[in-house]
């Protein structure tokens, strides 16, 4: 259930994102330090609880804090997801911003290469480039921008309980393929 969510007024710059108990408050509640942040996506988990948080996205640092904000609508959403990405590209230390602009190092990932996925609330099936890292799943809309502002969506692999096999196509002998490992964590962006 959504027990914890509070209303925040945020405020960012080119440094940090700030957030208070209320839009009269002086001093934050809490501060984001843009210079911490790994990846920001949108939240399917979120969405998946309560249709009236479908607008979340996730905040992921370095720091081991994770922020789950949810916008009002798709266009807050987008604008303050790119907004941060920026943000956060730009606060990123010199040897991480190559990464986060310019690309995810694949000799370094365990694993990379073209799956189906579905989500919780869009039942489609679409392919997307999945790249495995040590302690993530990101998936991209292809292999051509493979960078951390480009991800659609991550899965926290220190999250994970159980990875469960979807409905395989049934083979000549009458076994069952197994599919795409379904749900595990996962988060994603909703009109993709």
Request: charged residues 35%.
């Amino acid at each position: 259930s959504n027990k914890g969510w509070k209303k925040r007024w945020f405020v960012g710059d080119r440094y940090s994102l700030k957030y208070f108990k209320s839009q009269e408050d002086k001093e934050p509640a809490g501060i984001i330090n843009f210079s911490y942040v790994n990846v920001v996506v949108p939240s399917e988990d979120e969405s998946a609880k309560d249709p009236k948080f479908r607008h979340c996205f996730e905040v992921r640092t370095c720091k081991g804090r994770n922020y789950m904000v949810c916008a009002d609508n798709d266009s807050e959403l987008d604008s303050w997801m790119g907004d941060i990405r920026k943000w956060a590209a730009a606060a990123a230390p010199a040897a991480a911003r190559d990464t986060f602009k310019g690309g995810i190092d694949l000799a370094k990932c365990t694993r990379c290469s073209y799956l189906h996925k579905r989500g919780v609330t869009n039942a489609a099936w679409k392919k997307r480039w999945f790249v495995l890292r040590e302690k993530e799943i990101l998936y991209f809309k292809d292999d051509k921008d493979v960078s951390l502002n480009s991800a659609l969506g991550a899965i926290d692999l220190r999250q994970m309980t159980k990875i469960e096999y979807g409905e395989g196509k049934e083979k000549k002998d009458g076994r069952r393929s197994p599919a795409a490992p379904c749900r595990a964590g996962s988060t994603r962006r909703a009109a993709r």
